[in-house]
């Protein structure tokens, strides 16, 4: 018999289905047992005479089992639908209980005891839900991308130069010579701009940052794209957009989005506000004091409190910060022709917490010259990457989304490991 799905069942009254899948939770009572059934698409009912249970009994939770049943309109039973007259197999048992009770709305254990068993806790049916998100959210950037004339690239994440700087980055012996695992696939992009004009990537990024916090990784993935010929960041900014209401878009019509307890984004429409560095530093003194206005930088309670005003003035989840120092951005970045100190890029605040960082890079090759000497930056290990701009690149830019702390805003995840299938931070290796 051809397998069907939890989710055909409504559609299956009446006829006889085979449905294969793990023994979710059981509940005996005195006439019969409920037994549920998880699969790819969701859960199914079945319900067997406690007589018949036969060696159900003896089948932990998880067990991977085959039911061939009738299916029964039954109001009262999950989707409408319950299995009866129902053969149960057992494919592959369980050979021990699991170490928390997957049936349960939420799991009842610490992050560290879900991240250890992440094999078996990922089975959960809301966590599971979440990375079917991020799978949507990942499928809506391509497509998008792909409408507006971008090629999607595979480039190195093993370097022979450190994108942005030596500090935090990981260190490998590549044969005997000194190489690192890729911060971002920055440098590369830019160069391929030169190819194809318009560029995105979708991949893992490493950084060494020794940091503990419920907002920070060593490795994620980083949703990134680079276009040319642009008049400034403000073009990249209006990508940005698209793609985001896209992946907003993408999360709102998916199945799981409920299951999930999805929290979608108010106001996902272009233009998403925005202010400008400096305009946020004032706004943010009578809260944090004077001393605020001399910050290079945002911090993650300047960025929350921006995130909450951006709601009450233009009832937005999205903010745009634009403007940043540049002596604080990459070496690569474009400054602002009006404001030399200053940098035409951006981040992207959703809800308070930076996902997106960007703006416009410099494309001159004498530019990067002064821009390289003007930090004491050694241009040689760069050679590969500085010839691309003797040979007219034109003005470009572009930004790098966050997959992870996307997902985490959308399902109000409190911890970014939450949003990670096996996550590696400064203490976890495995699972």
């Known amino acids: 018999m051809e397998r069907s799905y939890a989710e055909e069942l409504p559609k299956r009254a009446g ?9 979710q939770h059981r509940r005996e009572l005195s006439n019969v047992t409920f037994v549920i059934l998880r699969d790819a698409t969701g859960t199914a009912q079945i319900a067997v005479p406690s007589g018949d249970a036969g060696g159900l009994a003896a089948l932990h939770n998880e067990s991977a089992i085959e039911v061939v049943g009738t299916a029964v309109a039954d109001e009262r039973a999950p989707g409408g639908v319950e299995l009866r007259d129902a053969v149960i197999t057992a494919i592959a048992p369980a050979t021990a ?13 610490a992050l560290p005891t ?4 992440a094999a078996v806790a990922l089975r959960h049916p809301p966590r599971r839900a979440a990375f079917r998100l991020m799978d949507a959210s990942v499928a809506a950037f391509r497509a998008h991308l792909c409408t507006q004339r971008f090629t999607e690239v595979f480039t190195p994440k093993i370097v022979a130069t450190a994108t942005e700087s030596g500090a935090n980055c990981f260190r490998l012996d590549y044969f005997g010579r000194l190489a690192y695992l890729a911060q971002s696939p920055q440098l590369y992009k830019q160069m391929l701009v030169g190819v194809f004009e318009r560029v995105f990537e979708v991949a893992p990024v490493f950084r060494a940052e020794p940091h503990d916090t419920p907002r920070h990784l060593n490795e994620y993935v980083s949703l990134d794209a680079e276009m040319g010929f642009i008049t400034d960041h ?10 985001v209401t896209a992946m907003t878009r993408a999360v709102a019509d998916h199945a799981d989005a409920r299951i999930a307890g999805a929290l979608l984004p108010i106001r996902c429409a272009a233009p998403f506000p925005s202010v400008r560095f400096t305009d946020a530093l004032e706004l943010l003194v009578p809260e944090f004091g004077d001393e605020v206005r001399s910050e290079p930088d945002l911090s993650p ?4 409190w921006l995130g909450e005003w951006a709601l009450r003035e233009y009832a937005s989840d999205f903010l745009f910060v634009t403007g940043f120092p540049l002596a604080k951005r990459p070496f690569y970045t474009h400054p602002d022709p009006d404001r030399p100190a200053f940098s035409s890029s951006f981040d992207l605040l959703f809800r308070g917490l930076e996902v997106v960082t960007g703006g416009q890079r410099l494309h001159r090759p004498e530019d990067y010259d002064a821009a390289l000497a003007a930090r004491s930056i050694d241009p040689a290990p760069f050679a590969g990457y500085l010839e691309a701009f003797r040979f007219g690149m034109p003005p470009h830019g572009g930004f790098a989304l966050g997959l992870e702390r996307w997902i985490q805003q959308i399902v109000g995840a409190k911890n970014l490991r939450e949003t990670v ?6 203490n976890r290796m495995t699972p």
């Open 97 to 109: 209980a699991p170490p928390f009770e997957l049936g349960r709305p939420s799991l009842e254990a």
């Open 234 to 243: 403000k073009d990249v900014m209006a990508v940005l957009e698209g793609a």
């Open 114 to 117: 879900l991240l250890d068993h």
């Open 15 to 23: 006829e006889r289905v085979r449905l294969d899948g793990w023994l």
């Open 421 to 426: 299938l096996f996550p590696r931070d400064i």
């Open 301 to 304: 309670a300047h960025e929350r």
